[in-house]
């Protein structure tokens, strides 16, 4: 992979024809290294967030050593990188050859699930295996994140009380997890969630080894600057002394978003400018998914050479390069009046959930990939608050 010092110093040099996905290894590490350091606990990357070698190996090289992983590809990439990872299988449902694979073939020992239906296919695929550690995962309230999680997995009533039951029954070690949603604005929804896990694992009468407070964990995004990252982790080893689980039990969480998001940035090339639109060569079927359907707006930058005149700013509304009219990303993304065709932006903050989303709709999809060494445009990893650098007009080069 080509290095640069920025997204800035590739474009004078290239004038690339294809999007550029700008990598920043350490962005990932600092994030990383900054969880180990300050959860109360075991620390698992959410792979899914941004699978990508040089994202893993960041994170592998600030000491994360557990990796949550959703789907037999994402098991194999972890595996043959990393010998002495261990792999947690998170997806609530799985294919029965894949719980199989990852048993038999790459010694997975960690399940995820939120039905009996899915416990009963463990057990079957598994031989009735007695070294599992299983994981409830738990319905709770998603109302303070950006992204809901809440619809399509987790057990909840009486339903989770009794598959807490029929999972204790089977399971070497008994786990129970749950996701806040993603971008989570308020730490204290872990201590809501937390409690109302308690309270279930109360009802259900059994004993817990392990618990997975999930991933939500935010960064600072336009318009959504989260309270310090410290505070969650307050909220999370004050709520986990009181929830009912066995003394020595284990704590874990799973981010995804916070190790990887800072890491990531997108330079996209004006292909066509009408009035306040415009017209890009990456999208919503690209690595802006989330600008288009979740409505996050990403910070921008306009790339040109130091000394450009500079412009007042206003805002804009991007399209994507498909014929989809849902290929839109409202914004608003605040860039210099005088942009035009020809001109590359960067996208600051795509690192997660950007180009791990992107498809081959159209035609498009295809990425240059660098390594860049400058800061990302946004950090919530510096003392004591996090920044947000709102519009950055010009980059400096
Ligand atoms: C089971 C599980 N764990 C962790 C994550 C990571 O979440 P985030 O990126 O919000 O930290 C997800 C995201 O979908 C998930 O489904």
Redesign the pocket.
């Known amino acids: 992979m080509d290095q640069f010092q920025s997204a800035l110093a590739l474009v004078v040099a290239d004038r690339p024809d294809l999007p550029v996905h700008c990598i920043r290894p350490h962005a990932a590490q600092k994030a990383a290294d900054w969880f180990v350091r300050r959860f109360p606990g075991d620390v698992l990357y959410?792979v899914?967030?941004n699978p990508h070698p040089a994202i893993l190996e960041a994170v592998y090289a600030a000491g994360v050593r557990w990796f949550?992983v959703?789907s037999l590809p994402e098991i194999e990439l972890v595996a043959t990188r990393f010998e002495d990872a261990t792999l947690a299988f998170?997806?609530p449902v799985k294919a029965r050859s894949a719980i199989r694979r990852a048993y038999f073939d790459y010694g997975v020992r960690i399940f995820?699930l939120d039905s009996r239906e899915e416990l009963a296919k463990i057990v079957e695929e598994t031989g009735g295996a007695k070294d599992l550690h299983l994981i409830t995962?738990l319905a709770v309230c998603s109302d303070y994140a950006q992204?809901k999680?809440g619809g399509k997995?987790g057990a909840s009533g009486v339903e989770a009380v009794e598959l807490l039951r029929e999972a204790r029954g089977v399971a070497d070690e008994l786990g129970v997890?749950f996701?806040v949603?993603?971008?989570?604005m308020r730490p204290e929804a872990w201590r809501v969630a937390m409690a109302h896990v308690g309270d279930l694992i109360r009802e259900a009468g059994v004993t817990v080894d392990i618990v997975d407070v999930?991933?939500?964990?935010p960064v600072a995004y336009p318009g959504l600057t989260p309270p310090p990252l410290e505070d969650y982790m307050v909220e999370i080893e004050a709520a986990f002394e009181e929830m009912p689980v066995l003394e020595n039990a284990d704590l874990w969480c799973?981010?995804?978003?916070?190790l990887c998001a800072e890491a990531g940035s997108h330079v996209a090339r004006v292909e066509l400018r009408k009035g306040d639109a415009l017209y890009l060569n990456d999208g919503a079927y690209g690595a802006l998914f989330d600008a288009a359907h979740d409505g996050l707006v990403y910070p921008v930058k306009l790339l040109r050479e130091k000394g450009s005149p500079r412009r007042p700013l206003r805002p804009f509304k991007l399209y994507g390069p498909t014929c989809d009219s849902i290929d839109a990303m409202e914004g608003p993304f605040m860039l210099p009046a005088d942009v035009s065709e020809g001109d590359y932006i960067e996208v600051g903050m795509t690192g997660?959930?950007g180009s791990a989303l992107a498809t081959k709709f159209n035609g498009f999809g295809d990425y240059i990939e660098a390594e860049v060494a400058d800061a990302p445009m946004t950090t919530v990893f510096e003392a004591p608050k996090p920044q947000i650098a709102e519009v950055i007009a010009i980059g400096d080069f």
Do not use: I, N, T, V
């Open positions: 959410a899914k967030a949550d959703a998170m997806h995820s995962r992204h999680l997995f997890s996701h949603g993603s971008q989570c999930g991933g939500g964990f799973e981010p995804g978003r916070a997660a959930y």
